[in-house]
């Protein structure tokens, strides 16, 4: 059992994520304003209200990792406010309200295990440099600005080179097993993310009826190999 703080406008902490209440895990509430974060009662996971307030939300979270607070942060937002939700918050995970008990609890299951492991991973590829702890991705040294599920994207592809996924697979370990979204939204972030990529594009490489992969510089392949 996890004890999680609820930071929200909303009086009613339980009404954050109604499926929360069918798992067994501690929930409380605090305001969600700059004048109550800056001394946090101990808890093992911070749940932000971005389904009330997105505005107070991106500044709870900034102000979080200015705070340097060791407790992993989960967004929860509305399926309609998340491509309003940017990497550059600097949370751990994004949770939509409407998540299901069996989700919710592998997210704050997962979200716990990495904060545990300490330090986090950079990745380095093909002139890719991710940052898991600020979600920031660069280019050659050059900052990418991207959306959440662009990040969480070229994160999941970076981090298996080479390797071929298809549509759904990505659908499933980028958007959730519950997305009920069709697979053409792989293809749309895909072209949006390449967009970002400029020349750079061919990183995101497509095998035909097959699916997507990154691809590696041929002296790192080679080194691989």
Same mark, same amino acid.
């Given at each position: ?28 509430? !605090?305001?969600? +304003?700059?004048? !109550? ?8 996971? /911070? ?22 607070? +060791? ?8 399926? *309609? ?14 949770? #939509? ?6 989700? /919710? ?5 997962? %979200?716990? %295990? !990495? ?8 990745? !380095?590829?093909?002139? /890719? ?5 600020? =979600?920031? %991705?660069? #280019? ?7 959306? =959440? ?29 519950? =997305? ?22 061919? /990183? ?6 097959? *699916? =997507? ?13």
């Amino acid at each position: 059992m996890a004890l999680l703080l609820a930071l929200s406008t909303s009086p009613d902490a339980e009404s954050l994520l109604p499926a929360l209440g069918l798992l067994p895990h501690e929930l409380r509430r !605090h305001p969600l +304003d700059p004048g !109550h974060l800056v001394t946090l009662p101990e808890a093992d996971a /911070i749940l932000v209200d971005a389904a009330t307030d997105l505005v107070a939300a991106r500044s709870a979270c900034r102000l979080l990792r200015t705070a340097a607070v +060791d407790a992993p942060v989960l967004v929860v937002v509305t399926e *309609g406010g998340l491509s309003a939700v940017s990497a550059d918050w600097g949370f751990t995970d994004v949770v #939509l309200q409407s998540a299901g008990p069996a989700e /919710i609890d592998a997210r704050l299951r997962l %979200a716990l %295990a !990495h904060a545990a492991e300490g330090e986090p991973v950079r990745v !380095h590829a093909s002139g /890719i440099t991710i940052d898991e702890q600020s =979600y920031s %991705a660069k #280019l050659h040294g050059r900052p990418l600005d991207l959306t =959440y599920k662009e990040f969480q994207l070229l994160h999941f592809l970076a981090t298996h080179p080479s390797r071929v996924f298809t549509r759904e697979q990505l659908l499933s370990d980028v958007w959730g097993y519950d =997305y009920f979204g069709g697979t053409r939204t792989v293809d749309v972030h895909v072209r949006r993310l390449r967009a970002k990529l400029g020349e750079a594009e061919q /990183i995101i490489g497509t095998v035909r009826n097959v *699916g =997507y992969r990154f691809n590696l510089h041929d002296e790192e392949q080679r080194a691989q190999d």
